[in-house]
């Protein structure tokens, strides 16, 4: 196949796949704010997508990250960065079908780190880079987040005791909002960066750029452009996991918790950490259910989603590996991978629309709970 | 196998601190409007609840903007 065909289609890909990462992720930068009723769910994802293109601009480390350092350009062709997008993707889709938050980031590193790694072998993974940049961050973002959010919700209740439950209550509604917006500046920060280091990657495999160059300004747009209009069009049903099913939050408590998943993620972005923004904002909102009360958490939620996210890495690692695998035997590999992944994106596309969770239906499942909130509030 | 533990350590120190010092200056500026809204039910003008609020909330805005510098700059 025409090797700038071959680019195109996985700068095509890529973009699919940042508007799925998303479509996926609407929830951990507006669940918190839809489920106390301070954002109305469609101007909160709006304002979600608005945020997430501005902070696509913001920092490009974590795109370096991707695009020179976790496997060796020199190895790899687009054809294998091909079939580990395509891994990804399915993971995702699939994912997002049953209602787990996944990692959409992970889904990509286990993706590409698998295509690689079958096509070209085990050393040209940079495992230290790897571990370094993305499994020790994976492990540890989470658990920080947690404990400052933690912390944060304690200090944010214990202060505002004697507060007046109206004022208390109007004030924490625009916190949250504003905690939100801030989560999504650092959801563009990290995970719109995945896609270009992605498409940065390809370019510098298929000789475009040289090794070692950052994104150019055409691939940040597009990715963000891309990440924005799958925020905008996504994600009711993760809303809806982790907005209630996990925790039951409040709005003091959900400003704490994004405070503490958005400082996280910036400062993590700002040192190339590649990190899960699905992880961190649980971990904030796990945490944050714990620094209200001790029993503030559904463990057994969490430890679900502790296991999916376990799976992600080797999960989406295999499919990719086994995608890169096909793509890599040539045209007629890549064309085959690219109808699979397609056939899988239709089938659950039309699986989802048997049941399909509109933005009203969230609204509802939380009006109850708002009305709870308002008393937890008062008392 | 080299991690950084030093870039996670300061990932670790620049976000509790941050944190905790939005949450603490947030909180404060709302028991400043709450304050003000008992002084003026008393009668009074309420102007120290007032200017509590005022500066805390613009002090968390500066935090978040300064931040956001650091970001851009570098």
Request: hydrophobic share 55%; charged share 10%.
């Amino acid at each position: 196949m025409d090797a700038s065909l071959l680019v195109v289609i996985v700068v095509i890909t890529a973009l699919a796949f940042d508007f799925t990462n998303g479509f996926h992720d609407t929830a951990n930068a507006m669940a918190t704010s839809i489920a106390t009723g301070a954002l109305r769910p469609r101007t909160a994802v709006a304002l979600s997508a608005v945020l997430n293109l501005v902070g696509a601009f913001l920092s490009v480390e974590v795109a370096k990250t991707i695009s020179g350092g976790i496997v060796d350009d020199a190895k790899i062709t687009p054809a294998i960065v091909f079939g580990g997008l395509i891994g990804a993707i399915v993971w995702n889709l699939v994912t997002w079908y049953v209602g787990l938050p996944s990692s959409s980031s992970h889904a990509l590193f286990g993706g590409l780190i698998g295509a690689t790694w079958v096509s070209s072998g085990a050393d040209a993974v940079h495992f230290t880079k790897v571990v370094d940049k993305v499994l020790v961050p994976a492990i540890a973002a989470p658990l920080v987040a947690g404990v400052i959010a933690l912390l944060a919700t304690f200090l944010t209740y214990r202060l505002t005791r004697r507060t007046r439950a109206s004022v208390a209550d109007k004030g924490f509604k625009v916190g949250q909002v504003a905690s939100a917006a801030l989560m999504s500046l650092a959801h563009g920060t990290n995970d719109a960066q995945k896609t270009m280091g992605i498409i940065t990657l390809t370019l510098i495999t298929a000789g475009t750029l040289p090794a070692g160059s950052g994104p150019p300004v055409w691939v940040i747009l597009s990715a963000g452009v891309a990440i924005a209009l799958g925020t905008y069009l996504g994600g009711w049903r993760i809303t809806h996991t982790l907005g209630k099913g996990l925790t039951t939050i409040e709005a003091p408590q959900g400003f704490a918790a994004q405070t503490s998943a958005a400082t996280v993620i910036m400062a993590s972005s700002h040192l190339g950490f590649a990190l899960s923004t699905t992880h961190v904002a649980s971990g904030g909102i796990m945490g944050s259910g714990l620094g209200r009360q001790r029993d503030g958490v559904r463990w057994n939620v969490a430890g679900r989603m502790a296991m999916a996210w376990l799976f992600t890495l080797p999960a989406a690692g295999i499919v990719g590996a086994l995608a890169g695998l096909l793509a890599g035997q040539g045209t007629y590999g890549v064309v085959l991978v690219a109808v699979l992944g397609i056939a899988v994106a239709v089938l659950v596309w039309l699986l989802s629309r048997r049941e399909p969770v509109r933005p009203e239906h969230v609204v509802d499942e939380i009006a109850a709970q708002a009305e709870t909130h308002k008393l937890d509030v008062a008392a | 196998m080299k991690v950084d533990w030093a870039a996670l350590g300061a990932v670790f120190g620049v976000s509790i601190a941050v944190v905790l010092g939005l949450v603490l200056l947030f909180s404060v500026g709302l028991r400043g409007v709450s304050a003000r809204e008992a002084a003026r039910e008393d009668g009074r003008n309420g102007v120290n609840g007032a200017v509590t609020a005022v500066v805390s909330f613009a002090a968390c805005a500066c935090v978040v903007l300064f931040g956001l510098y650091l970001i851009v700059a570098a």
